[in-house]
Structure formats: C-alpha cells, structure tokens
C-alpha cells in the first residue's frame, strides 16, 4: 500500500493481534507531528462488508476511514480465479494419485 499511495503505512488490527487500529493510528500522527508530517490519517479498510470491525475502524480517531470492498468486481474475478486454480490443482492430483483430495481455497 505504501508503495501505491507514496505514504507512509502502518498495519492495525480491528480483530485479534496488534497493534490495534486505534493506536496505529496515535503512532501515525506521533510519526507525522515529530516529523513535521501529513496531518490527516487514513484508514483503509480491507474489510469485505459492514459490521463490527468497520465499525472498530470508525472508532479509531482517524480522520478518513473508506468503505469495505464489498462485492467489487475485481474482488469477485480473484476469489473466482482462485476457485479455478485450486479446482485444477485438485484434479491434477486426482490424475496423478488416483485418490481424490479435498479442494481448498487459499485466499
């Protein structure tokens, strides 16, 4: 993302793990005042819908949050590519092995 938008990027977590979102986003403005930095912070949510952990983004102080995916095309053609590889790969396996194997998406 950092390499993308040309800013800085800090990770947050709106579910287990840390640092959570609300102190990354105080470690992203202590980061820009020491350094005479951006003023505002965003969040960019990775979110697939609307729900607790959106709303645990709202949360944080930052000062722009966006939506989640949702069901953007370009989301569904990955998740669906996927699909596909993984269905293949199981087949191939099939082939070669001659015992089925479970299909798994990793996502």
């Known amino acids: 993302m950092s390499e993308l938008t040309g800013s800085w990027v800090d990770m947050g977590f ?3 793990g840390g640092p959570d979102v609300r102190t990354a986003v105080q470690r ?3 980061r820009a005042e020491a350094n005479r930095g951006a003023r505002r912070v965003a ?5 697939l ?5 959106q709303e645990r983004l709202r949360a944080s102080g930052a000062d722009v949050v966006t939506r989640p995916l949702g069901t ?11 699909f596909r ?8 396996l099939h082939r070669w092995h001659g015992t ?3 299909v798994t998406l990793d996502l």
């Open 14 to 16: 709106a579910g287990t």
């Open 85 to 92: 590889s993984a269905v293949a790969r199981q087949q191939r």
């Open 28 to 30: 992203a403005r202590d």
């Open 43 to 47: 969040v960019a949510s990775f979110l």
């Open 100 to 102: 089925p194997t479970p």
């Open 49 to 53: 819908a609307e729900g607790l952990f």
């Open 72 to 82: 953007h095309p370009g989301l569904a053609q990955l998740v669906a590519n996927r």
